[in-house]
């Protein structure tokens, strides 16, 4: 090449990666902006979830462990809000714990979002309660696995747990009809799959970050009923949940995984680019050696 | 250091050889002789009546509801058992029966099964709780150990009228001393076990093994060369997690090498941590390693300082660190979650030359991805072995190959049997298939 | 001494608490649990080594002028206001037996307004990050490579509506070609078998280690050599 000039192949070459990165805030923003929303369809690995919720008669019992945090809460609170709304829609008993420290503010964000906003007459206590945060990991399911109240002797606001209509029938995990671990780490669904589904033979679901799919699949369909995987399996969750129940649709806190499907697949599509602009550039490159070579 | 030239060496430090051999003698010899010791099921033969009776009302309108139906009870559950629950820490007693001839979902006669106790055989007998129709198993929690407890069953229908089974007991619950549902788990640890203290053994015996070169753990003396000559520091991390994570542990007997190799070039090394517990460790460990290149003093505490136990809190940090101080040379050694690409990436932008290692199966793609060598898996738990050259860790990679081998045995012939079994449909072949994954089930 | 005591205690409890997974009886049952609890009653304590270290780092810092001083001050202010609001319950009901997270107290304002936020924008670092990793990265420069770089492709196509959209025409004998089909199949087989030998590998280097450090054989972390 001569001196001084620049191919197509130096720029890409030499491109700084804040252009990528400001590439891909856009592929991010623009779809939020404009709305960009794609219809989702619903996988059978977590249509099985919503079958079996629909499947229990009402007053059954599922316990929702919120087992994360901030960090990972654009992916896990979506999930975790469209259970609770579901469970509530079909009247089941919604009871909230968490084995993360971190669990509680979300268990907070989706009383004030799905609780108060859509189902203002689900009364504490009769329909739905806040166990709260215990600290011990898979210890403490190990614990509540046999007896519940031992290590539960009050709810998140230190009313003595026998007061509560909807804890006098439950002595531990048995009692419940489904565990349901929204989880990002450790302790998080394996360990729930392990502790509690395996022993106890009670059905586990679990709703995890994208990252943390793939090492779940082993455990379903016989030891986790079904797994909603990051942004896409909260999506789908909401979307099975729309279709059954179309006075969910157009709420924006009923679809937020769905409307942040759009983002996810531009974004996925400018990651693609790069790489085939990328590999573009390198096979480029490399043939330009090639002939360097042979000159 | 010779090799020992006796079969057996009885130096003090080998003792503990002998005694860990010992030990698993007695546990084999325990495991083979322990359903004998353990078997302490007890269903005597049965007392009290054979006739089905009602339970005694306790108002006049139940007590003539009672009588109304008196005549038409469900037929009770038969073959009633009660024993101490098997391989439990005690409290808990098992009963099973089988279920009543009237329990057809279809005619909804049952409703389900109480279960009564008594400390005595004549009673008075208490319901403790009641069961689903079709269930002919319940576990009672509530026991004290060493007391004696009766049972009946009783099949209820409407209006509280029960056909209530035999009397059984006593059964008294006791702790067990060995988990027999675990005793495929023991095997296959015992085995495992053997075979590192084996390979060990025979390093210290002089003998020449043969372990593959790992191309991450060669480049360490490379890198810390590198920023040697570049005069910049090298920054070493140890994971996210505490000291009794065992990635920390491998991670922190790396910084051990790493910290010998930045003492004889007298290079700055910086290692912050997320945990208390891992900077006092670390600190033990640097500055004993300072020491035994005869370089203390090179070495100052505050070259290992803690951050914060939050990770993104620390994240931030250490890529603070990493922009302003830019070291020549990465280190990622231990437990890593989402932060791994953050770290990778930063340190990437830098030029720094970056060697990680991780046991987190979900991290290492991003390592791969973003880093010049990466430790996979076991690569990081065999790096201090390595790094140091001394034969019984050396051995000890060894004997993790043994664990390695029968995994494999087993994978390929559980594999073959299944797929033969699906295919031809023999019933044998299926038998023997379902009979190698239970066999490699754990029940807790 | 220094290293045989530390070397005689971790034998004497690795060997108990590996006991106590098979044996169910007293007072082993409950080892692991009361062991995990007084493992976290020392990690809370050693706060305090972390804490002074921290201040004691940031402090000097501070005192001598040193580079980039001015965000130890950042440092030392939030560490100090955390911990003070926290422990105090500042603005919370009602005071020091309240709740630290209470509706109204100053800690969980805190936690709402520069925790949350900042710990989800450190997060959010990832998807750039993942951008110019893959960018680097993913070459196809050998067949491996190459299979690599079309197994990402599918799956980041299958983990979007996108991926339904562009094989939902394909007839019924072909839907094993649906992206989301090829995706989540990529994810269930290929890449768990590796994930799968992978974590065989990392459980033996585990009790290899473990018995390493119960038996003394590894005992750099005590900053002695294996002898």
């Not at chain 1, 971190?102 to 309660?129: C, H, M, S």
């Not at chain 1, 499907?261 to 480029?284: D, E, K, R, S, Y």
């Not at chain 2, 035994?292 to 136990?309: K, Q």
């Not at chain 3, 580079?67 to 319950?89: A, E, P």
Request: net charge neutral; charged share 15%; hydrophobic share 45%.
């Amino acid at each position: 090449m001569a001196k001084g000039k620049r191919d197509i192949v130096d720029i890409l070459k030499a491109m700084d990666r804040r252009v990528i990165f400001l590439l891909i805030a856009l592929s991010v923003i623009i779809p939020l902006v404009f709305h960009l929303v794609f219809s989702v369809r619903t996988s059978p690995i977590v249509q099985a979830i919503f079958d079996k919720m629909e499947s229990l008669p009402p007053g059954s019992k599922v316990l929702v462990s919120f087992d994360y945090g901030p960090s990972t809460a654009p992916e896990n609170q979506p999930m975790a809000e469209a259970i609770a709304r579901h469970a509530l829609q079909r009247d089941l008993k919604l009871y909230f714990m968490a084995v993360w420290a971190t669990g509680p503010p979300q268990t907070e964000l989706l009383i004030a979002d799905v609780i108060n906003a859509d189902f203002p007459k689900k009364a504490y206590g009769k329909d739905w309660i806040n166990l709260g945060f215990k600290a011990g990991n898979q210890g403490l399911i190990n614990a509540i696995l046999l007896d519940l109240k031992s290590m539960y002797t009050t709810d998140v606001h230190g009313a003595p747990i026998n007061s509560f209509e909807m804890m006098k029938d439950v002595q531990n995990l048995t009692d419940m009809a489904l565990i349901v671990c929204i989880g990002s780490g450790f302790p998080g669904v394996r360990e729930w799959v392990q502790f509690a589904g395996d022993p106890g033979d009670i059905p586990v679901a679990g709703g995890v970050t994208a990252v943390e799919a793939p090492l779940l699949y082993p455990y379903y369909p016989r030891q986790l009923l079904g797994l909603l995987g990051g942004l896409q399996g909260a999506a789908e969750y909401e979307a099975a949940l729309v279709k059954a129940y179309p006075q969910f649709k157009g709420r924006a806190n009923s679809e937020q995984a769905v409307q942040l499907m759009g983002p996810q697949t531009v974004a996925h599509l400018v990651i693609i680019a790069f790489v085939i602009v990328g590999n573009v550039a390198f096979f480029a490159e490399r043939r330009r050696l090639a002939r360097a070579k042979k000159a | 250091m010779t090799p020992c030239s006796r079969k057996f060496c009885c130096r003090p430090r080998d003792s503990k050889l002998s005694l860990v051999l010992l030990s698993i003698f007695f546990a084999l010899a325990f495991l083979l002789v322990q359903p004998v010791l353990t078997l302490n099921a007890e269903t005597l033969p049965t007392t009290g009546s054979s006739e089905p009776e009602s339970i005694q009302a306790t108002s006049q309108s139940a007590q003539s509801t009672l009588e109304s139906i008196q005549a038409a009870p469900p037929a009770p559950p038969t073959n009633v058992r009660a024993f101490d629950t098997p391989s439990d820490q005690g409290g808990m007693m098992t009963i099973n029966w089988t279920k009543s001839t009237d329990d057809v979902p279809a005619t909804g006669k049952v409703m389900g099964y109480v279960i009564y106790r008594s400390e005595a055989p004549g009673g008075p007998f208490e319901p403790i709780s009641s069961v689903a129709l079709q269930t002919e198993e319940y576990l009672d929690t509530s026991v004290r150990d060493n007391v004696p407890y009766y049972y009946r069953v009783g099949a209820a229908a409407q209006g509280q009228v029960v056909g209530l089974s035999e009397i059984v007991g006593p059964a008294v619950s006791k702790q067990q001393w060995f988990n027999t549902r675990k005793s495929n788990l023991l095997a296959i640890a015992l085995i495992i076990a053997i075979a590192i203290l084996w390979f060990v053994y025979q390093a210290r015996a002089g003998k020449k093994l043969y372990i593959r070169r790992i191309a991450g753990i060669e480049a360490v003396e490379e890198a810390v060369g590198r920023a040697t000559e570049m005069g910049k520091p090298i920054l070493f991390i140890p994971g996210i997690q505490d000291m009794d994570n065992v990635q920390t542990v491998a991670g922190l007997s790396i910084l051990a090498s790493v910290g010998k190799l930045a003492a004889q070039y007298e290079t700055k090394l910086d290692v912050p941590v997320s945990r208390s517990l891992v900077m006092s460790t670390a600190r033990e460990t640097l500055k004993q390693a300072y020491l035994s290149v005869g370089r203390p003093d090179l070495y100052t505490d505050d070259s290992v300082y803690y951050v914060t136990d939050e990770q993104f809190g620390y994240v931030a940090a250490v890529d603070g660190i990493m922009v302003r101080e830019r070291p020549a040379t990465c280190f990622y050694m231990g437990a890593f979650f989402a932060e791994s690409l953050i770290l990778a990436e930063t340190g990437n932008s830098i030029g720094a030359i970056q060697i990680a290692g991780t046991a987190m199966p979900t991290q290492l793609p991003f390592f791969v991805a973003a880093c010049d060598y990466t430790l996979i898996g076991e690569e990081l738990f065999a790096a201090s072995a390595y790094l140091s050259k001394d034969e019984r860790m050396i051995g000890s990679l060894k004997g993790q190959d043994v664990g390695k081998g029968i995994a494999m045995f087993f994978i390929l012939l559980g594999t073959l049997l299944a797929t033969i079994g699906a295919v031809s449909g023999s019933d044998t072949i299926v038998v023997i298939s379902d009979w190698l994954k239970n066999l490699f089930t754990l029940n807790f | 001494m220094k290293v045989q005591v530390p070397l005689v205690i971790t034998f004497i409890v690795g060997f108990a608490l590996i006991a106590a997974i098979f044996v169910p009886h007293d007072p082993f049952h409950a080892m692991d649990q009361n062991f995990s609890i007084y493992f976290d009653l020392i990690a809370v304590f050693a706060f305090i080594l972390g804490g002074g270290n921290l201040l004691k780092i940031h402090g000097n810092k501070i005192w001598k002028r040193g580079r980039d001083w001015k965000y130890s001050i950042v440092t030392v202010v939030g560490f100090l206001m955390m911990m003070i609001v926290g422990t105090f319950k500042l603005g919370g009901p009602p005071g020091l037996t309240g709740d630290v997270a209470a509706d109204g107290s100053w800690f969980k304002f805190m936690y709402d307004s520069i925790f949350v936020p900042l710990q989800s924008t450190m997060f959010s670092l990832l998807a750039f990050f993942v951008a110019s990793a893959s960018y680097r990265a993913f070459r196809a420069k050998t067949k491996e490579a190459t299979i690599l770089l079309i197994a990402a492709f599918i799956i980041l196509i299958g983990r979007t509506p996108l991926g339904h959209y562009l094989t939902a025409w394909l007839p019924q004998p072909l839907q094993f070609l649906h992206i989301p089909n090829l995706s989540n199949w990529i994810l269930s087989f290929p890449s768990m078998a590796g994930q799968r030998a992978i974590m065989i590998g990392i459980a033996l280097g585990i009790i290899s280690t473990s018995l390493k450090l119960i038996l003394g054989i590894e005992r750099s972390y005590l900053g002695g050599e294996g002898k």
